[in-house]
């Protein structure tokens, strides 16, 4: 039997304001001191009342604004009821009916392939909420501690539609929508530090049928690879029960990142009556008004002070500068990185910058970026700057150097910041035109393998690529490989 899967998610994130949602508290994510950012009204003493941040509502309605979801004139927050020792007021302030955002829609902009990036996620509402303490369970099991530090820190909480079919795309999502709260400075979205947490929602639905399977939530689900991973897993052991003629049971899943398996942690066979119901401290909120001058914000102005937007980005580095997909997406992806690009393309030499622009997008995302990542390297670490790095793409694309040479000087200026220009003189890198230096040097391969001659003669093509190869390594890289190809051709068939 084949079945759909059909995935919804639900997106959680801590916004960065000042204060807490509804008092003056510090919000700080980082605070290490347990209990220390706390008052009455974020720990629900009774008669304390709550007030809210203005700062808050306006970075959802940014979110919504860049998600293009349509803002409400009018919004409201609701009481959630509900009792958990993490919430010491018996109630979650959230909103219900009234979101600050409905509909809206991301696109997959971060995939390499072209049919996925323009794949639209439909988002069925973004609302704001106060997030809970925290519970610790010391490892001597006997007691749990609570943490209030975290308990009223204004919480985003964005959910999508169900039209999400892979592990991929929900990843794709979620890393488009961190991006996107990162620009816009409404959050630092660090999923392993729970600034970001995704949930998903996953059910089957068998072909030719039209209601959906019965659903399946994952939680704790604390970076991209865990969700990509956890839906792909749900995915293929709903498909096993489904086959086995087994029921799939309703429940609640957690993950576990070491066995990369989910786990049942409770069915939900009702739905949770929360008794949602106004909150009764708190004035409606009258979010703009098309008379000037009346409700809390311009959004006509707010939508005009939206910073460049990622997708926006990314094409944009595309049509100016040319350079693939791939690239463009680890540019955006990757502020210093990109700034460090731009800065080394307006120094490439006017000659060569057709040329030199995609090298230097290459040679910057995947040799640049490798060698700190593989080096743990930071990147004041990196001694390599926009000037001596064009002059290697200058170098690189005038084919003064060969790439092999290219990467032995990146290597050097990457530690070092010396001058490529000089590192190429001293060192002697610079290709050899000299044919007679090439043709002795060729003869002298020639001679030391002559198995790879019989080859060559038998047929086998690649036996001259080694000869190269070869060739090269005793010219420590100066040389152009066409060059010794054409003259090992001659040698060998002449
Ligand atoms: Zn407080």
Redesign the pocket.
Known sequence: MYYEPIIGLEIHAELKTK??M????LNDSNEKQPNK???????GHPGTLPVINKKAVEFVIKVGLALESEIPEFSKFDRKNYFYPDLPKGYQISQYDEPLCRGGKLKLFLSDDPQESSKEIKITRVHLEEDAGKLIHPEDKKSTLIDFNR??IPLMELVTEPVIHTGKEARLFSQGLQLLLKTLGVSEADMEKGQMRCEVNISLKPKNQKELGIKVEVKNLNSFRAVERAIDYEIKRQIGLLDAGEKIIQETRGWDQVKEITYSQRSKEEAQDYRYFPEPDLPPLHLYSKIKGEGLFDLEQMKSQLPELPWQTKQNLIQTYNIPSQGANILVQNNKALLFFKDTVSKLDPEYKKIGTPLADNYLTTDILGIKEKEGLDWKDIKLNPDNFAQLINNLASGKISSRVGKDILLDIIHSNQDVEEIIQTKGLGKIKDSNILISTIEEVIKNNSKAIEDYKKGKENAVQFLVGQAMAKLKGAADPKELEKLIREKITG
Not at 22 to 25: A, K, L, N, Q, T
Not at 37 to 43: G, M, R
């Open positions: 204060t807490k509804f008092c003056d508290c950012n706390i008052c009455p009204i974020c720990l308990a009223g």
